[in-house]
Structure formats: C-alpha cells, structure tokens
C-alpha cells in the first residue's frame, strides 16, 4: 500500500461528456503526478502540480485540467471525452518536483463510450 | 525529449529461472532510471532504481546494470518466483528537472 488513493475506481462515460478523478496524496508528499495509461501501455506524463500549481505538462491537449488543493489532494478534469480518452488513469505523490521515486495509487480506470 | 525503448513484450521463465529485461534511452541527460513492477489491477510500485554515477545495484534477487555510453539498462531477476509474475516498467528521467518517460512494459510470466 503506498497510501495513495483515488478515486472512483472505474467509471463509464459517454463522447462529449466531462469526468473530474481525484487523487490523495500521501502524507506528506506535496507533489502530484498524472499519467494516463492506455492499455498495454507504459504511463504517460499528463501534469505534474507543486504547491497548488501546475509545474510541467505532457503532449495533452488544454480539456485536460487539474488542480491541486492546499491539503495537497488534486483533481484531474477532462472535458469533450473522447473514445480514446477510455485509459487508466494514474496519479502518483511524491516529495518535490521530478524527484523520480513515484508512489501511485490503484488508478481510475474511465471507459467512454 | 526523452523516448525509452523496452523489449521483450512479454517473457515466460520457468520457476527458478533468471530474467532479464533490457531498456534503451534517447537523452544522454538522463540520469535517472527507475524499474516499477504492476501487478493486476494496481498501480505501478517502485522495486529498484540507478543513477547515472553507478553501473550496478543489487537488492537481493533484482539487480539494474547501466550502460551510460551505449544507453542502456537492464532487470535483472535471479531465482525467479510466481509471485514474479507481473509487467515491469522501465523508466527514465533528468532528476530534479523532467518527469519520468515510461517504456511500454514487459509481461512476465513465472511458470511452476
């Protein structure tokens, strides 16, 4: 168990709707990792948040959105769903930025229909 | 930016058997390189990781090796078990400046 939970654990949404994940972190982390994991794929790097801002971002269009909360919790919100938005979506805490030692939850596994 | 290569897709290994992954990286800045192991249904967990100032690390019976010059960095898993048996990633990244870039995984199969 990394501490680490998100949720909900599995969703099913249909094209243009908009879906928002939450993630908490581990205690005592204060950063918050995204990836999407397609399946049968290595994670890729959505965003990254530090402090309650977004400090990096991957090849991700702007209807993926995020926020980080003061507690260090955070969100990912993807407007216009896409059918190739249905992925596993992982969020990872961790000290600092790009530390490289990443602790992920169990993941949102979203299917858009 | 950073593109991290992993082969094989998949490996099945009989029970006591070694294993061995084998990833390539593009950045020559990279200095970081971590292996995470996930098992069905949860997320990617850290099992061991190298930096660029080292060849070889060993934690009991997982082992990493770094090629800096050619670019890259096997798992190695000695005596292997079931319990083995999962997808193993290999990541790279520059520590403290980009986040991680994942290779696409190798499943692993442990055969009894």
């Known amino acids: 168990e990394t501490g680490v939970t998100q949720s909900p654990t599995h969703l099913i949404k249909t094209r243009g709707q908009q879906v928002t994940l939450r993630c908490s972190s581990q205690?005592?982390?204060?950063?918050v990792s995204w990836y999407q994991q397609a399946l049968g794929q290595g994670p890729q790097f959505i965003f990254q948040?530090?402090?309650?801002?977004?400090?990096g971002r991957g090849n991700f269009p702007p209807r993926f959105s995020g926020l980080q909360f003061p507690n260090y919790s955070s969100e990912l919100n993807v407007n216009a769903l896409e059918l190739d938005d249905s992925a596993l979506y992982l969020c990872?805490?961790?000290?600092?930025?790009?530390?490289?030692?990443?602790?992920f939850g169990e993941g949102s596994r979203l299917t858009v229909l | 930016g950073e593109n991290v290569e992993q082969h094989p897709s998949t490996l099945s290994v009989q029970e006591g058997d070694s294993a061995v992954i084998k990833c390539t990286y593009s950045?020559?800045?990279?200095?970081?390189f971590p292996w995470y192991k996930q098992e069905l249904g949860k997320g990617p967990q850290l099992i061991i990781d190298?930096?660029?100032?080292?060849g070889e690390k060993k934690d009991q019976r997982i082992a990493v090796t770094l090629n800096k010059t050619a670019k890259h960095f096997s798992l190695h898993i000695t005596e292997t078990q079931p319990e083995d048996s999962a997808v193993y990633f290999c990541?790279?990244?520059?520590?403290?400046?980009?986040?991680?870039?994942f290779g696409k995984g190798t499943r692993l199969s442990v055969i009894a």
């Open positions: 990872a805490s961790s000290v600092g930025i790009n530390t490289g030692e990443l602790f």
């Open positions: 950045d020559s800045a990279s200095n970081y």
């Open positions: 990541a790279a990244s520059i520590k403290g400046n980009t986040p991680l870039v």
């Open positions: 190298i930096r660029s100032n080292v």
């Open positions: 948040y530090y402090r309650e801002e977004e400090n």
């Open positions: 205690s005592g982390h204060n950063t």
